[in-house]
């Protein structure tokens, strides 16, 4: 059973920085894509960050580019997600995603394997 357990998330000023991490147990970690998103309260779950099966490449929507960095470690099974520059609008709910197959994607849809979310808040 594959199971995905984030961590990192918590309550940071604006302008300061997190780490998320996921672990990833149960699954052929380094076959998988992976990707961090967020949800807000009444807002749709939306990416912040996918990174191919090698860590080779990585993609970043406009919202969140130059501020995020993902990257993974294979022999850890662990997706990371630094996060800087931190402003209120990145207050959400985090999510780490695993999709079977080697591409990445930003919706949400394409992905198989969830984790339960971690809470980020961030305080003007």
């Known amino acids: 059973q594959v199971q995905l357990v984030e961590s990192g998330g918590g309550l940071v000023q604006a302008g300061g920085s997190l780490r998320l991490s996921c672990i990833v147990s149960g699954g052929t970690f380094s076959s998988y894509a992976m990707g961090w998103f967020r949800q807000a309260p009444g807002k749709e779950r939306a990416c912040v960050a996918v990174?191919?099966?090698?860590?080779?490449?990585?993609m970043y929507p406009s919202s969140v580019k130059g501020r995020v960095t993902i990257s993974r470690d294979n022999a850890k099974n662990t997706v990371y997600l630094q996060m800087n520059n931190l402003n209120t609008e990145d207050t959400a709910v985090y999510y780490c995603?695993?999709?079977?197959?080697?591409?990445?994607?930003?919706?949400?849809?394409?992905?198989?394997?969830w984790g339960q979310g971690t809470q980020v808040t961030i305080s003007s």
């Open positions: 995603a695993m999709k079977v197959g080697l591409s990445f994607s930003f919706d949400p849809q394409r992905y198989d394997y």
């Open positions: 990174i191919n099966w090698t860590g080779s490449s990585t």
